[in-house]
């Protein structure tokens, strides 16, 4: 089968106008593709993420590239999990990359469904997010086993994971992983030990004074306490300026999803004084 180069980059810029953020698709090729853009209440404008094949083959390398515009606000999720198919022995590794930027007191909420590597994908995703002056991030991302239903758990060959955040052209995280569970098995107890499923959450909000951060921390802190228990495992760290991170390994996705939405109700009022709104699915 035919690797797919694909590409989608989009624009989201504040109309003062009508107070309201604009979809401006730059370019799409196949099989990444926007539809349209849905207003959400307060003027963000919410879109969905296609691929048209179904999933990641063998090979394919998918771009995305985000620019959100100075005050607007922007909401990204998938249409489902993203698939990563097996690969043949000697095919290159799928790469998916993305390279996201929010300007002044813009915001962006990335919120997609798991990503789900088959029996013996291969994988590199790379993501570097840079934030101007007053910007905000809410991004999370989760890592299944695989397809729990058909039984495979940790059969993929590779995944590689690099994540990069600065703000104001200042380094605040430079992080890279190697998953390689045929031939380090994750369930070592120095690896994921008896839980199934990883997940980060980012929270970015750059120029908020130390004393919010101290508060919200706090109640993160009490709600990862609180939201912890004998099949999933809460830690909340705080990044070097701007932000906290949150992280969750699971027995089950179920836990994992209610969790990243509790935090991110919490971290939305706390920072914007707003409702999270959870995104409208469509099929």
Known sequence: ?????GLLSLRFAYDSEVARTRLHVLEQRQPLKVV???ELPG???????????GGVLAGDKLSLEVAVDANARAQITSTGA?????????????????????????????????????SHAKCSQNTAVHLSDGA???WWE?????????????????LQLGFELRVAGVPIVNER??????????????RFGPYRYLSTFYICRAGMAETTWLDLEKQLAVLAIQATSPVIIWGLTRLPAHGLVVRALSQNGRDITRGLMAF???????????EALVPRKIY
Do not use: C
Request: hydrophobic share 45%; glycine share 6%.
């Open 82 to 118: 993203t698939r990563i198919y097996k690969s043949r022995a000697e095919a290159h590794p799928a790469e998916l990359m993305a390279r996201i930027e929010v300007r002044e007191n813009a915001l962006l909420e990335y919120l997609p469904d798991p990503l789900i590597p088959f």
């Open 142 to 158: 989760t890592l299944a086993p695989g397809r729990e239903a058909r039984g495979e758990v940790f059969l993929y060959d590779m």
């Open 1 to 5: 089968m035919a690797e797919n180069h």
């Open 36 to 38: 349209r853009a849905f």
């Open 43 to 53: 003027g963000a404008a919410l879109i969905h993420l296609h691929n048209l094949s």
């Open 264 to 274: 991110w109700r919490v971290a939305k009022q706390a920072l914007y004084g707003q």
């Open 177 to 190: 992983g190697s998953l390689n569970p045929v031939l380090r098995p994750l369930t070592s107890s120095a």
């Open 136 to 138: 905000g991030l809410f």
